[in-house]
């Protein structure tokens, strides 16, 4: 399985492709425990008292978790997951 990072978290972990040990029938949640573990830095970032941060989005086949069943959202081959932090910006005209 692979986690794709967006913007500062992919700096810190220093790759925008990570890939972990979780496999189909895993969690999602088990996954990101992979990503951590492989990558304690991002730790500080994504979790807040020892739940996934409300700023940062997860994505399941480019769909939030929060939609299906959170971190407990069964995996599936093939399936695509993403950490994105706060998106803003734009233009101002």
Do not use: K
């Amino acid at each position: 399985m692979e986690w794709n990072l967006f913007a500062d978290l992919a700096e810190i972990a220093g790759d925008r492709a990570i890939a972990v040990d979780a496999e189909p029938g895993d969690t999602v949640g088990d996954a990101l425990d992979d990503l951590l573990d492989s990558h304690p830095a991002l730790r500080e970032r994504v979790i807040e008292d020892g739940e996934l941060a409300d700023h940062i989005n997860l994505l399941r086949n480019g769909r939030s978790v929060t939609h299906d069943d959170g971190l407990a959202t069964t995996l599936e081959a093939g399936d695509e997951l993403a950490l994105f932090p706060p998106v803003s910006g734009g233009r101002a005209d």
